[in-house]
């Protein structure tokens, strides 16, 4: 199965693997969304929500079982080899309300409990129908990297041809509008790889690729190979970051560069799957190391927010540390013998790392006139 993910996707309830006891469970309303896959051999199906324009968008992993409902948009029983990449479906799950929270492996699964089929948005067009056009639009590119879902669906009435936006889960960034016949399936101007396909007077005509190959960086007069190097990690490291924010908010946990080079970023649990996948989208993949932390970097940032709201606490100053996965105290020890235990109403301690020192606020301004040297030196 391709890379699965959605920021939604981990905070979603699943039923615990350890725990089947079927008086805590309980029936969840999932989300109405298009299935973009099918395991036959695991009986799951992937569904992400529906005609998003925009944000983040939920996701469901669901394992179809003997007791899970399945109904077709007429209301009637179907089996699980009926169902199909394309349709829209109401996905219902069960949760364990005796232990809700738990986060286990990315992307979580859920045991189904009812799978039901929604009638097309433009029913009755023929012979590609609106399933048939998204499972094609689905599966229009050739990167096994990529997670498809789709934005939107439309019909031109004009020209018989079906209009489905989809877009990479993992960039969310990648918007490509799919143009596909109902007559015939056939894919109207899709860019692909290099070429780009027309029609015109009922004639298909490809343009010729031509491979370019990487684009080298042109170097700014004064620019070595080393600050060259270091940007490239900075801009690689951006757009991972950037990445996990999105998709992985209740994963990520920071990211720095090491004094090797290497692009550490932090997760709060173990995911192979989004592990190899950033290696997979990133340019710079031999420099990407991955570490597991205990804290978010919302949790800092909130923890480091309380703390900063805190008057006559006796804290001098407050800086968060990524390395450490902490917040750092700065306060001297008398302060902290006498506000110790109001601050840790607001923080918990194993957030907190603590410098305990004399320090005192130091004013280095200066108003310096044109003319006037400077040492640099400290």
């Given at each position: 199965?391709?890379?699965?993910?959605?920021?939604?996707?981990?905070?979603?309830?699943?039923?615990?693997?350890?725990?089947?006891?079927?008086?805590?469970?309980?029936?969840?309303?999932?989300?109405?969304?298009?299935?973009?896959?099918?395991?036959?051999?695991?009986?799951?199906?992937?569904?992400?929500?529906?005609?998003?324009?925009?944000?983040?968008?939920?996701?469901?992993?669901?394992?179809?079982?003997?007791?899970?409902?399945?109904?077709?948009?007429?209301?009637?029983?179907?089996?699980?080899?009926?169902?199909?990449?394309?349709?829209?479906?109401?996905?219902?799950?069960?949760?364990?309300?005796?232990?809700?929270?738990?986060?286990?492996?990315?992307?979580?699964?859920?045991?189904?409990?009812?799978?039901?089929?929604?009638?097309?948005?433009?029913?009755?067009?023929?012979?590609?129908?609106?399933?048939?056009?998204?499972?094609?639009?689905?599966?229009?590119?050739?990167?096994?990297?990529?997670?498809?879902?789709?934005?939107?669906?439309?019909?031109?009435?004009?020209?018989?041809?079906?209009?489905?936006?989809?877009?990479?889960?993992?960039?969310?960034?990648?918007?490509?509008?799919?143009?596909?016949?109902?007559?015939?399936?056939?894919?109207?101007?899709?860019?692909?790889?290099?070429?780009?396909?027309?029609?015109?007077?009922?004639?298909?005509?490809?343009?010729?690729?031509?491979?370019?190959?990487?684009?080298?960086?042109?170097?700014?007069?004064?620019?070595?190979?080393?600050?060259?190097?270091?940007?490239?990690?900075?801009?690689?490291?951006?757009?991972?970051?950037?990445?996990?924010?999105?998709?992985?908010?209740?994963?990520?946990?920071?990211?720095?560069?090491?004094?090797?080079?290497?692009?550490?970023?932090?997760?709060?649990?173990?995911?192979?799957?989004?592990?190899?996948?950033?290696?997979?989208?990133?340019?710079?993949a031999e420099k990407v190391k991955i570490q597991y932390a205990k804290h978010t970097e919302k949790q800092l940032n909130?923890?480091?927010?309380?703390?900063?709201?805190?008057?006559?606490?006796?804290?001098?100053?407050?800086?968060?540390?990524?390395?450490?996965?902490?917040?750092?105290?700065?306060?001297?020890?008398?302060?902290?013998?006498?506000?110790?235990?109001?601050?840790?109403?607001?923080?918990?301690?194993?957030?907190?790392?603590?410098?305990?020192?004399?320090?005192?606020?130091?004013?280095?301004?200066?108003?310096?006139?044109?003319?006037?040297?400077?040492?640099?030196?400290?």
């Open positions: 199965m391709k890379f699965i993910l959605t920021a939604c996707l981990i905070a979603l309830f699943f039923i615990s693997g350890c725990n089947n006891n079927p008086k805590t469970l309980v029936e969840v309303q999932g989300i109405i969304g298009y299935i973009v896959e099918l395991d036959n051999a695991k009986n799951t199906i992937l569904v992400f929500e529906a005609q998003r324009e925009g944000g983040q968008v939920k996701g469901h992993l669901i394992t179809i079982e003997n007791q899970t409902l399945l109904k077709d948009a007429n209301n009637n029983k179907i089996q699980f080899s009926e169902l199909q990449i394309g349709q829209k479906v109401n996905a219902v799950y069960y949760m364990d309300k005796d232990n809700p929270f738990v986060l286990g492996s990315f992307p979580q699964p859920m045991k189904g409990s009812k799978v039901l089929v929604q009638p097309e948005d433009f029913p009755d067009i023929l012979p590609i129908d609106e399933t048939k056009a998204i499972a094609i639009a689905l599966q229009s590119d050739d990167d096994k990297g990529v997670q498809l879902f789709v934005r939107n669906v439309d019909f031109n009435n004009e020209d018989k041809t079906w209009m489905i936006l989809i877009d990479d889960i993992i960039t969310m960034e990648n918007k490509k509008l799919v143009k596909i016949d109902s007559k015939n399936g056939n894919i109207w101007g899709m860019k692909t790889r290099g070429a780009q396909i027309f029609h015109e007077d009922g004639k298909e005509y490809r343009t010729i690729p031509i491979d370019a190959g990487n684009v080298p960086r042109i170097a700014e007069p004064g620019l070595d190979q080393t600050a060259l190097e270091e940007t490239e990690l900075a801009d690689d490291r951006e757009k991972l970051t950037k990445s996990l924010k999105s998709i992985a908010p209740d994963l990520y946990a920071g990211s720095y560069t090491d004094e090797m080079g290497n692009n550490i970023f932090l997760l709060t649990d173990k995911s192979p799957v989004l592990e190899a996948k950033l290696k997979t989208i990133s340019q710079r909130d923890a480091h927010n309380k703390l900063n709201s805190l008057t006559n606490a006796g804290i001098i100053g407050i800086s968060t540390d990524t390395k450490l996965n902490k917040v750092t105290i700065f306060i001297s020890e008398s302060a902290l013998s006498r506000n110790k235990d109001n601050i840790l109403k607001y923080v918990n301690e194993d957030m907190i790392n603590w410098q305990i020192g004399d320090y005192k606020m130091v004013d280095q301004s200066a108003i310096l006139y044109p003319g006037e040297q400077v040492d640099s030196t400290y």
